[in-house]
């Protein structure tokens, strides 16, 4: 699996994988996998839970837009990697929504600082752009600057 990447010890980012792909991660030490994708997305793998469980892995799916922002589907995001056995794999299509979400997950389970989360996008080589991850920033960290 060569396009992951480690958030932290507990959250790894990835674009689509393959049914192989699970089972690799399931040998690597992952114990779940949260899907981002909307299954009416081009190349959705419409039977990945079902490999997930067959590879021993547990499986949550929260269908996030690559585009546009969702404060529900962020929160529900969240919620299932908080639930989730660790480690987790998180994964989109290309990477930037799971990379996005694996951050924040991240930044609210360790407390980081805003410049804690830049410092680490520009490690994963993530946009701090990038809808879910932009929304979070906004609501978490500027828009409570700007009142203070």
């Given at each position: 699996m060569g396009n992951i990447k480690k958030v932290s010890d507990d959250l790894s980012s990835a674009g689509q994988v393959t049914p192989e792909e699970l089972?690799?991660?399931?040998?690597?030490?992952?114990?779940?996998?949260?899907?981002?994708?909307?299954?009416d997305e081009a190349g959705f793998l419409s039977d990945e839970q079902q490999q997930a469980q067959a590879a021993g892995l547990e499986y949550a799916n929260v269908p996030l837009k690559p585009t546009e922002a969702n404060q529900l589907l962020t929160e529900q995001a969240?919620?299932?990697?908080?639930?989730?056995?660790?480690p987790v794999l998180i994964h989109c299509a290309a990477g930037a929504r799971a990379s996005g979400i694996?951050?924040?997950?991240?930044a609210i389970s360790e407390g980081l600082t805003y410049e804690q989360i830049t410092e680490k996008a520009q490690e994963l080589g993530l946009n701090l752009e990038q809808p879910h991850l932009k929304q979070f920033l906004l609501e978490k960290y500027i828009s409570s600057t700007a009142k203070s």
């Amino acid at each position: 699996m060569g396009n992951i990447k480690k958030v932290s010890d507990d959250l790894s980012s990835a674009g689509q994988v393959t049914p192989e792909e699970l089972q690799q991660a399931a040998q690597e030490g992952f114990k779940s996998v949260l899907n981002l994708r909307s299954p009416d997305e081009a190349g959705f793998l419409s039977d990945e839970q079902q490999q997930a469980q067959a590879a021993g892995l547990e499986y949550a799916n929260v269908p996030l837009k690559p585009t546009e922002a969702n404060q529900l589907l962020t929160e529900q995001a969240i919620q299932e990697i908080a639930n989730l056995p660790k480690p987790v794999l998180i994964h989109c299509a290309a990477g930037a929504r799971a990379s996005g979400i694996a951050l924040i997950a991240n930044a609210i389970s360790e407390g980081l600082t805003y410049e804690q989360i830049t410092e680490k996008a520009q490690e994963l080589g993530l946009n701090l752009e990038q809808p879910h991850l932009k929304q979070f920033l906004l609501e978490k960290y500027i828009s409570s600057t700007a009142k203070s």
